[in-house]
């Protein structure tokens, strides 16, 4: 099962505040009349923090423009397509929401984390006490439904291996 990307509330506002970094980097590049020389240079710091969240949403954001699905759901496990990681149901212990994020706790996460192919978002994930999230908020579909979903999928997949329900926080 594929879910698509959700236009939601928050998408939007950080897609208009990185606008609004760019647009104060360019008012202050150009018009910028300051009274001290140091904040002549103040569009750096606007180029800076509009370049950083483009980071963090460019991913969304081309989701939401090619239509792609963000999240497959099947009987082999999840497919994260936003971090570019397959989890597999054998390896998933125990799964909970929280705070719009899908926690996802996995019995090996170093060899998940190997598999991550930038090493950048590698080491950010070894630093994150949860590393393996998925945001809720950017998917097309309500958070208990996904629960419920998942939970489906999970127990076709555990059945033959006589696993409990991995999905908690009901």
Known sequence: MEFDTRISSIFVMNMFFIGLAFLMAYYCSFYGDFRYPGFRYIYLIWLAIGFTRLLNYHKYFNFVIFRKPILVVN???????????????????????????????VGNPKEYLANIRNPFKRFIKKLMSEPFKINVDMIRVNGDVLLDILDEYSNQALIPAKNPSIITNR
Do not use: V
């Open 75 to 105: 009987e082999s496990g999840i497919y994260d397509l936003a971090d570019d990681i397959k989890y597999q149901w054998k390896d998933i212990t125990s799964i909970d929401e929280a705070n719009a994020y899908l926690y996802i706790r």
